[in-house]
């Protein structure tokens, strides 16, 4: 469980789709569609933004996304292999080459803080929320906590339960539950 007094921040779902309806607006371009654009790949693979950042279309094989996290290249850690989910198939903004056409790291936190900023998004839009957003959805939609652990690399489920939290949405949604 998350150490005590640690926050877990991720996006909740309405803002998530506040996001994803942004994008697809067709009111942004440049660096804020770039950045944008990687920020929701993350939200559904669960990828770090070291990782993302290496990606190429080398690492797609029959719609699987398969890499070796840089983290772990020095203990020889298997390959991950997170399936493609097809919004994030949509997402690829190249051909050949790297997958994405990404702008340096700073320049996309930037960006995204102003961007939840205009659409009066609560939490933080950073790539590591990212990373936490998908970890949430995914256990909210029914997805065990083994598979999560294996898609986000995990060696040890330990750091996987640390996207086991409840909130208040949550604890909302299971107390309509009881009659």
Not at 24 to 44: A, D
Not at 84 to 100: S, V
Not at 154 to 179: C, G, N, P
């Amino acid at each position: 469980m998350p150490a005590e007094g640690r926050r877990i921040e991720y996006l909740d779902e309405a803002d998530f789709q506040k996001l994803k309806k942004h994008f697809y607006s067709g009111k942004l371009s440049g660096n804020k569609e770039k950045s944008l654009r990687c920020y929701l790949f993350i939200c559904y693979t669960g990828i770090r933004i070291s990782d993302f950042q290496a990606l190429h279309h080398t690492n797609i094989k029959k719609d699987v996304l398969a890499y070796e996290p840089i983290k772990a290249q020095h203990d020889h850690q298997k390959i991950v292999e997170i399936p493609l989910h097809p919004e994030a198939k949509k997402l690829i903004a190249t051909t050949k080459g790297k997958l994405f056409d990404h702008p340096r790291e700073e320049i996309m936190r930037a960006d995204l803080s102003e961007i939840a900023q205009h659409l009066e998004i609560q939490g933080t839009c950073s790539p590591h929320t990212g990373r936490h957003t998908f970890a949430t959805r995914f256990l909210r939609a029914g997805g065990r906590i083994e598979v999560l652990q294996q898609l986000l690399g995990h060696d040890d489920i330990k750091s996987t339960m640390i996207y086991v939290h409840v909130d208040m949405a949550r604890k909302k949604a299971e107390m309509a539950l009881m009659l």
